[in-house]
């Protein structure tokens, strides 16, 4: 799965955007379920149609993230810590999107 870091002044990565064409709100989801230690907070119900930019709120080592999909409408999904900051375990959660990859028509990873 291709991974584009935003980064603050320092240079640090501390949120990331992921491409949503295969993933989706649910497979993002999914990505953040299998993360040891992470605990969802809340998430869009399976069939519902949701306003909501930032549909899955988690927490990792007590540090709050979301995962949104900026103006409801993008191809990319915003994952971060709220308020956006540097935290380590961005890498965490990035390595996890990462790892995730997406299983192409052919079985074939194309992440």
Do not use: K
């Not at 519902?48 to 930032?54: L, M, T």
């Not at 709120?57 to 409801?72: A, C, K, N, Q, S």
Request: aromatic share 14%.
């Amino acid at each position: 799965m291709e991974i584009h870091d935003i980064r603050d002044e320092d240079g640090r990565a501390f949120a990331f955007e992921v491409e949503n064409t295969f993933l989706g709100r649910h497979g993002a989801c999914r990505v953040v379920q299998r993360l040891p230690r992470a605990r969802v907070v809340r998430s869009q119900g399976r069939f519902a149609w949701s306003n909501r930019d930032d549909f899955c709120e988690f927490v990792l080592d007590g540090v709050t993230f979301v995962v949104e999909e900026p103006f409801g409408d993008n191809s990319r999904y915003w994952i971060g810590p709220m308020p956006p900051r540097y935290v380590p375990q961005i890498a965490t959660v990035r390595d996890a999107f990462a790892r995730a990859g997406f299983r192409g028509w052919f079985g074939r990873n194309a992440g």
